[in-house]
């Protein structure tokens, strides 16, 4: 338990921030379910809905720092995939070219 009075503050924002991160990850996981759920009923309209609101939180979470931001691409990424090709979603990138064949040579030089 800490003495000084700086200290005891710090103990009490820190433990104040530690819950409004865990409200973020914890909203966050729940719109994650709630859009599972209307993807597998096949909502489509509710399915849009539920994949702009899930993105807001998870960017919202990741600017305040609830998220590392690798874990909020990962996430709004396999939201994406829940949610499937779409306006929201898009169609992805262009595959890529594949390269010319180059000719082999054939013996020693």
């Known amino acids: 338990m800490p003495n000084i009075k700086q200290q005891k503050k710090r103990v009490r924002s820190s433990a104040r921030e530690r819950l409004e991160n865990l409200r973020y990850r914890s909203t966050v996981k729940t719109l994650t379910r709630r859009l599972e759920q209307a993807a597998e009923a096949g909502e489509s309209d509710r399915v849009r809905s539920e994949h702009r609101e899930l993105v807001r ?15 909020a691409a990962r996430r709004k990424a396999r939201a994406a995939r829940i949610a499937g090709p779409g306006p929201i979603a898009g169609p992805g990138p262009a595959p890529a070219p594949e390269p010319a064949a180059k000719p082999r040579r054939l013996g020693r030089r």
């Open 57 to 71: 939180w998870i960017d919202r979470a990741a600017a305040r720092g609830a998220l590392h931001r690798n874990t």
